[in-house]
């Protein structure tokens, strides 16, 4: 009788906890993996949803942050229109491109480049373009403050 005794043995308790654990761990991994996989492929397809939000747009815009600004229109692949929401973000930093060239040829042509001197021309006259010929309303006063610095 005691070699049936022995051949029947209870489950350690601390192997059976190890494994449940173990288990629930690699379920929330797998839960997590197609969570993130939903996420990446629906933000292709609602990015006019994304697009909307523009209050990071209007925070870096009023700081007068236009190379944020600049940088997250592309990143976010924002078409270059003059729509409503978007419009007056472009113009402000197309003027900015301008003005950053306008002083980036300036100081060229102070160290001697060729042709410098020519280009920073073009890029003053781009930008006074722009300010003589504003889109949008808001941008005037921002405009004019990059004229200035020139």
Same mark, same amino acid.
């Given at each position: &009788?005691?070699?049936?005794?022995? +051949? ?8 059976? %906890?190890?494994?449940? #654990?173990?288990? =629930?761990?690699? =379920? #929330?991994?797998?839960? @997590?993996?197609?969570? /993130?996989?939903? +996420?990446? @492929?629906? !933000? ?9 939000? *523009? !209050?990071?747009? /209007? ?6 942050? #236009?190379? =944020?600004?600049? *940088? ?10 003059? !729509? ?17 060239? %306008? +002083?980036?040829?300036?100081? %060229? ?8 001197? %020519? ?5 003053? /006259? ?13 941008? +005037?006063? &921002?405009?004019?403050?990059?004229? /200035?610095?020139?």
């Amino acid at each position: &009788m005691s070699d049936d005794k022995k +051949k029947y043995r209870f489950p350690n308790p601390v192997g059976f %906890a190890f494994r449940v #654990f173990f288990l =629930v761990f690699l =379920v #929330f991994i797998f839960v @997590t993996l197609v969570q /993130d996989y939903i +996420k990446s @492929t629906n !933000s292709k397809f609602k990015k006019k949803e994304y697009a909307e939000d *523009t !209050s990071f747009y /209007d925070s870096s815009y009023y700081e007068r942050r #236009f190379g =944020v600004v600049r *940088t997250y229109l592309y990143l976010d692949e924002i078409p270059d229109d003059e !729509s409503k929401v978007f419009g007056k973000y472009w113009e402000i930093v197309h003027a900015y491109e301008h003005y950053i060239a %306008a +002083k980036d040829f300036s100081a %060229a042509a102070k160290v001697g480049v060729e042709n410098a001197r %020519a280009r920073a021309e073009e890029e003053k /006259d781009a930008l006074l373009e722009i300010y003589n010929n504003p889109k949008f309303e808001e941008n +005037k006063v &921002m405009l004019q403050e990059l004229v /200035d610095k020139l």
